[in-house]
């Protein structure tokens, strides 16, 4: 059926690290972990599942630090473990790995320019372009869609695998990846239909 829902997911981006406080790009998995405002926001994130009643039947996280440290949050509240799905990793970096978002302005604006301007080519760091990463992300998203029929699950991730999710739902092309903002301790929700996904709500920040 056109209206019969398939599986609904609520989007959970990890807590703030110190690479996120200070715009840094990473794609690494074992560093920086969650900082000391990043538990307060997973705190807060909590507080409002918990208070809203938002129901789960699997929680999954992707695997790095920060996302598992923001998982066992999530995981206390309900009482269940979460599983980690090791191809959700974050977006490759390349050679622009480490560098804030000034830095690369300054030493490569050229290269930046491109990997919006040329979403289907890998950038010149190395790092995936816009249409493979989300193509890769939906990918991963379908899958836990079909295996979740009739399910709520709720995702711990990063502000760009939320990005390319809505992306991909909304079918919006991939060079518009930047032009969605998604905070570090947000909650993002879609519903997924035979046919087509519906945004419920996005980037929302408890207070």
Same mark, same amino acid.
């Given at each position: 059926?056109?209206?019969?829902?398939?599986?609904?997911?609520? /989007?959970?981006?990890?807590? %703030?690290?110190?690479?996120?406080? *200070?715009?840094?790009?990473?794609?690494?998995?074992?560093?920086?972990?969650?900082? #000391?405002?990043?538990?307060?926001?997973?705190?807060? =994130?909590? @507080?409002?599942?918990?208070?809203?009643? =938002?129901?789960?039947?699997?929680?999954?996280?992707?695997? %790095?630090?920060?996302?598992? &440290?923001?998982?066992?949050?999530?995981? @206390?509240?309900? @009482?269940?473990?979460?599983?980690?799905?090791?191809?959700?990793? $974050?977006?490759?970096?390349?050679?622009?790995?480490?560098?804030?978002?000034? &830095?690369?302005? *300054?030493? #490569?604006? *050229?290269? /930046? *320019? @491109?990997?919006?301007?040329?979403?289907?080519?890998?950038?010149? $760091?190395?790092?995936?372009?816009?249409?493979? /990463?989300?193509?890769?992300?939906?990918?991963?998203?379908?899958?836990? =869609?079909?295996?979740?029929?009739?399910?709520? !699950?709720?995702?711990?991730?990063?502000?760009?695998?939320? &990005?390319?999710? !809505?992306?991909? %739902?909304? #079918?919006?092309? $991939? #060079?518009?990846?930047?032009? !969605?903002?998604?905070?570090?301790?947000?909650?993002? &929700?879609?519903?997924? /239909?035979?046919?087509?996904?519906?945004?419920?709500?996005?980037?929302?920040?408890?207070?």
């Amino acid at each position: 059926m056109y209206f019969s829902r398939k599986c609904k997911i609520t /989007f959970v981006c990890h807590g %703030a690290t110190i690479y996120s406080e *200070e715009g840094r790009f990473s794609d690494a998995e074992n560093y920086p972990p969650l900082s #000391d405002f990043g538990e307060e926001e997973m705190n807060s =994130v909590c @507080k409002y599942l918990k208070a809203r009643g =938002v129901k789960n039947d699997v929680i999954y996280s992707s695997p %790095a630090v920060r996302t598992a &440290q923001s998982a066992e949050f999530v995981s @206390k509240i309900f @009482k269940k473990d979460f599983i980690v799905v090791p191809e959700l990793k $974050a977006r490759e970096c390349g050679s622009w790995n480490g560098m804030t978002f000034s &830095q690369l302005l *300054e030493k #490569d604006p *050229e290269g /930046f *320019e @491109k990997s919006i301007t040329e979403p289907d080519k890998r950038t010149v $760091a190395g790092g995936e372009s816009s249409v493979e /990463f989300v193509e890769r992300v939906k990918k991963v998203i379908d899958n836990l =869609v079909e295996e979740n029929i009739g399910n709520r !699950i709720i995702i711990v991730t990063y502000p760009e695998v939320i &990005q390319a999710a !809505i992306i991909a %739902a909304l #079918d919006i092309n $991939a #060079d518009k990846l930047a032009n !969605i903002f998604i905070r570090t301790g947000s909650v993002t &929700q879609i519903s997924y /239909f035979e046919k087509w996904a519906s945004l419920v709500y996005s980037d929302y920040v408890p207070l």
